[in-house]
Each structure stands twice: as structure tokens, then as C-alpha cells.
């Protein structure tokens, strides 16, 4: 496979602005978002509804893509999603993958909706095309059609491989480790191997707001997040490897904020030739690193080209 390479890369994806933050905006996530009928930037009346073609268009152009590009990517989706409508919500279009279209002057978007950025899918084919060989592509492709909750997890795998900072072959879902594989294995010339899995874990946000719904919006008598939701199904991804013959690690978008050292203490009782790092991203470049030694979090840090977040998760002694 020959090196491929992406250009300007960025991150995509929601942010996490800390708990105390979304403590005040609490009823927020829980009922709806209300968005302006019209957006000031693009003139596009909030809740206009165009066929997925077009959205996809219009997408490329706001990526300074040509129109052209949008529909060619359009062309390479299955007819599940072609045949979808997306609707423009202040922010950008956005399509339900299973099928509904937006009526209401009122709408959720936060991670936990069933609206899907159609920004975020124009950006995993692009970067799709650019790192993955055509059989992978096919097989990624497919993959598109597992609609609902699999779907939003499947937007999400592509974000990394948008922070590379340099050429690489990349392996998607790499055969490995009898049936478990990871979701990509990265090769950069000058250093070894990385393999990652991609997990999101932004439903745990609804379900800590369903408890706060329930116990009135008191956080005292809310049970903090278990970091062991975080890292479930990851630890069997990998096979027993020393760090300095294949880096192998989790990226995990983050819904609410865990305790610092309840983090720590249960990475540190993960096995540490076979987990060396998780990344907890929380939003554009920035990101907490959980690693086993300074020299990888360094490591980590300069791959992905990300900014330490110590905001991202919270210290027990400022609760």
C-alpha cells in the first residue's frame, strides 16, 4: 500500500466542558437545545430539509472541497443513506440514519440524539479514502450501514486518524488477537507500530442526566461515573506486547467528567503490556493522557498532536 497522507488535519467531534459546567446547564441536556429559526451565518432557515446529495455538497464547499467532491462522495455511500434526508440545524446539516426527517421548531443535539453531523461523515469517507487501502474502504463503507447507536460509534473511529502528523499506512480492523482486533493498526516510518481502538462513550452523559432528572438536580445524590464503563471491551482488543515493539492504546470521547484518581487507580489495574495509554478526548486537539510512564504520554502527546486537558476530569478534593 502506498503512503498516504492527510492534509490539515483537525479534530472533529463534541466537546466535554467539564462537570461543573454542565451541572448548570443541566435541564438543557435533558429536555431539548432550542436553536434560532435561522442561521445568521449561512441564511439557511433552521429545519430545511434537502436531499443527502446536496447536504454532501455543501459540505465540501464549507471544507473548501469543490461541490463535485461532496457528490462523489455522495455516490460511494450505501442506498440506506442515500436515500436520507438531512436537515440544517445552525451548526450544519444533519441526517437521521434511521430515516426520520425534523418537523418541530425544537431539537436535541448533543451526543446522546439520534442526529448525525453530516460534516462528521463527509470527513471519516475523506479520511477514509486518503490512509485506507480500496478493501478496507469497501469494508468500512459497509460498515456505514449499521444504523443507529453503531453508526454514531462508527463517526467517531475515524477522529485519530485526523490528528496524524505524519505519512502512514493504516490497517482497519486489523486481523489479530483470534476474533478481537482493534479498529486501526497505524505504521510511521521511524517509530513502531500503534494500535488503537476508538470507543465512544458520550451515552454515558444521558444516563447521568437521567439521574440527575430523577433525584431532583441534586449531584450529591447522584453516583459519580465508573470509569470502568469507559474501558469496557477494550483491555481483549490487544495481545500481551512491550511498548518498545507495538504501541497499543484507546481513544475514548468522553461524556461526562470521572475522577481523576478513580481514573488512574483503575488504569493502573489494567494489564500494562497490553493497555500503554488511553486517550480521554473532551473536544478539538485537547485531550487527559492516562499512560504508563512520562515517556509514552510525551509519545502519545506528539503522534496525535494534542494539548494536555487536565479539565477534562476532576479532582476528588474539588468535588
Request: aromatic letters at 10%; a neutral charge.
Amino acid at each position: 500500500m502506498s503512503e498516504q497522507y492527510l492534509d490539515g488535519a483537525q479534530r472533529v467531534g463534541q466537546s466535554n466542558a467539564g462537570f461543573k459546567t454542565r451541572m448548570k446547564t443541566q435541564r438543557s441536556h435533558i429536555n431539548s437545545i432550542r436553536l434560532s429559526k435561522m442561521s445568521l451565518i449561512h441564511n439557511i432557515p433552521f429545519g430545511e430539509n434537502i436531499d443527502m446529495g446536496s447536504a454532501m455538497e455543501q459540505t465540501a464547499v464549507s471544507a473548501n472541497q469543490p461541490a463535485i467532491e461532496g457528490r462523489r462522495f455522495f455516490n460511494r455511500l450505501p442506498s440506506e443513506l442515500q436515500q436520507l434526508q438531512a436537515t440544517w440545524m445552525q451548526t450544519g446539516w444533519f441526517y437521521n440514519p434511521g430515516g426520520g426527517v425534523f418537523k418541530g421548531e425544537a431539537v436535541v443535539i448533543d451526543p446522546t440524539t439520534q442526529w448525525k453531523s453530516v460534516r462528521l461523515l463527509f470527513r471519516a469517507i475523506d479520511i477514509a479514502e486518503r490512509y485506507l487501502t480500496l478493501e478496507d474502504q469497501e469494508k468500512m463503507l459497509r460498515n456505514l450501514t449499521q444504523m443507529e447507536r453503531r453508526h454514531s460509534d462508527f463517526l467517531e473511529e475515524f477522529v485519530p486518524l485526523s490528528r496524524l502528523q505524519r505519512p502512514a499506512r493504516v490497517t482497519y480492523e486489523p486481523v489479530e488477537n483470534e476474533l478481537n482486533r482493534p479498529d486501526f493498526l497505524i505504521e510511521c516510518q521511524g517509530v513502531q507500530p500503534l494500535a488503537i481502538e476508538v470507543k465512544n462513550r458520550t451515552s454515558d452523559q444521558a444516563d447521568f442526566f437521567k439521574q440527575l432528572e430523577a433525584n431532583g438536580y441534586q449531584e450529591e445524590l447522584t453516583v459519580p461515573p465508573n470509569p470502568k464503563n469507559l474501558f469496557n471491551y477494550i483491555e481483549k482488543k490487544f495481545p500481551n506486547c512491550p511498548f518498545e515493539v507495538r504501541a497499543q492504546g484507546a481513544w475514548i470521547t468522553m461524556g461526562v467528567a470521572h475522577d481523576e484518581n478513580e481514573l488512574r487507580k483503575f488504569f493502573d489495574s489494567l494489564e500494562a503490556n497490553i493497555l500503554h495509554f488511553a486517550i480521554l478526548s473532551t473536544g478539538e486537539n485537547q485531550a487527559f493522557i492516562l499512560a504508563r510512564s512520562s515517556d509514552i504520554e510525551r509519545f502519545v502527546m506528539n503522534y496525535f498532536n494534542l494539548i494536555p486537558n487536565p479539565q477534562a476530569v476532576r479532582n476528588s478534593r474539588n468535588l
